[in-house]
């Protein structure tokens, strides 16, 4: 399993400062991906990067929310709002 960097979301959807370490077995995880995690219960959490450690994380990435079909909703929905800056 590979070793993912992400930033959980706190209140008002802002990232916490500090980046956490989960295992996943997701392989095709982007740098801005939602990501379902389990650490102090589920929590949303954005991804940033894999990385190679010799930290052994305790926690995982239970699910990737941003499928294509979210994206692309996403961004339709941006667009009927007159958001052209996606």
């Known amino acids: 399993m590979r070793v993912a960097e992400v930033r959980i ?3 008002f959807g802002e ?8 295992f996943t077995d997701y392989n095709d ?19 940033e990067q894999y990385v190679k450690t010799d930290f052994k994380p305790e926690k ?9 079909r979210i ?3 996403l961004l339709s929905l941006k667009m009927k709002r007159g958001d052209f800056n996606v």
């Open 9 to 11: 979301k706190g209140f």
């Open 15 to 22: 990232t916490s400062l500090s980046s956490y370490y989960f």
């Open 29 to 47: 995880l982007l740098k801005g991906d939602a990501v379902l995690v389990i650490s102090n219960g589920l929590q949303l959490a954005v991804f």
């Open 60 to 68: 995982f990435i239970v699910s990737k929310i941003s499928e294509r």
């Open 71 to 73: 994206r692309n909703k």
